[in-house]
């Protein structure tokens, strides 16, 4: 068997980071705008909202945080998200998630202009993903096509299995692959024989939230495993799989931390040029 290779996001990541400030220097007139709102005092939501800030600012993208008291009604946040819509130096717009359960993110989501929506939530956007057209798409999954495409892993013809079936992930993950000429299976909690599916895979995504999920009863020997899990335990931040226990038998694997998180907040801010440019990235 060919030798394990480690897919490192954080690498890749940097290269796109660096590609990325390239382009922006060169953009006549105003450096591309991100609007970030976050509501309420969620710690995580601040240490991500914050990574994001810090982020723009590597590459020349002006962000601004936009914080809202956890006690602020739908319509005044709607209200913010209108102002953000308007505004002629804003190309871009997210709202961190998770909201307070008073408020929908489903509402949010549609009420952020699709040409602005740099989270691809937008139902726009969606039905741009799954119909082939252009337009924005989540961050992550976008993140994984190119780390593959930069590794020269075939996706054309592979079989690729998802483990998870969210609308941030799973979902978006598997309409790129199927862009992409991968067959597709996404599996869920209800999934029968799961462990059987996902040996059959040449791609493995694991995009479950539970830590170290995938053993290596779930992996075909050679295959490429990517982990988009992030899980706060004990022993610190680990991953949907079971590094030490799967990456002995797989092809390419990606570690956690320093794999596909990186890459979630490079390709954000991809999303954010391609907003300012219209779509167009040279
Ligand atoms: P969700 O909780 O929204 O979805 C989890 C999915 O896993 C669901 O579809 C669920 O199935 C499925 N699932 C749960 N238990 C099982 C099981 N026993 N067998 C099979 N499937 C199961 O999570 P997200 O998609 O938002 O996130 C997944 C992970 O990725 C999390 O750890 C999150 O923190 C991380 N993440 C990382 C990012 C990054 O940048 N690296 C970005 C986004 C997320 P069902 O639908 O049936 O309930």
């Excluded at 002006?62 to 739908?74: G, I, K, P």
């Excluded at 252009?134 to 780390?147: H, N, R, S, W």
């Excluded at 830590?211 to 295959?223: D, L, M, S």
């Excluded at 495993?225 to 797989?250: K, M, Q, S, W």
Aim: glycine content about 10%.
């Amino acid at each position: 068997m060919a030798e394990l290779s480690v897919l490192s996001g954080r690498k890749f990541a940097k290269e796109v980071r660096r590609n990325l400030a390239e382009k922006i220097e060169k953009i006549s007139g105003r450096p591309p705008g991100l609007a970030v709102v976050i509501v309420g005092d969620d710690p995580a939501s601040r240490v991500y909202v914050s990574m994001k800030e810090k982020a723009c600012g590597r590459v020349g993208i002006v962000s601004t945080a936009v914080n809202l008291d956890e006690s602020v009604s739908q319509e005044e946040l709607l209200q913010e998200i209108n102002k953000l819509n308007e505004s002629p130096s804003v190309d871009g717009i997210l709202c961190q998630l998770p909201l307070p359960a008073h408020i929908s993110a489903d509402v949010v989501a549609s009420a952020i202009l699709p040409e602005k929506d740099v989270d691809g939530f937008h139902p726009v956007n969606v039905g741009r993903l799954w119909r082939g057209e252009d337009g924005l798409f989540p961050c992550t999954p976008v993140g994984i096509i190119a780390l593959l495409k930069h590794h020269n892993i075939k996706i054309d013809g592979a079989d690729a299995v998802i483990v998870g079936r969210s609308n941030i992930v799973g979902k978006p993950m598997a309409a790129l692959l199927l862009r992409e000429s991968a067959t597709v299976s996404i599996t869920h909690s209800h999934t029968s024989d799961l462990q059987g599916l996902c040996r059959k895979a040449d791609i493995l995504i694991a995009a479950v939230g539970r830590p170290r999920f995938i053993t290596r009863e779930f992996v075909k020997p050679g295959a490429t495993v990517i982990d988009v899990g992030i899980n706060r335990t004990d022993d610190g931040l680990v991953g949907d799989v079971d590094f030490e226990n799967v990456a002995p038998i797989c092809g390419a694997i990606t570690p956690v931390p320093g794999g596909v998180g990186p890459l979630t907040i490079a390709f954000l801010l991809s999303n954010t040029l391609k907003s300012r440019t219209n779509g167009v990235v040279s």
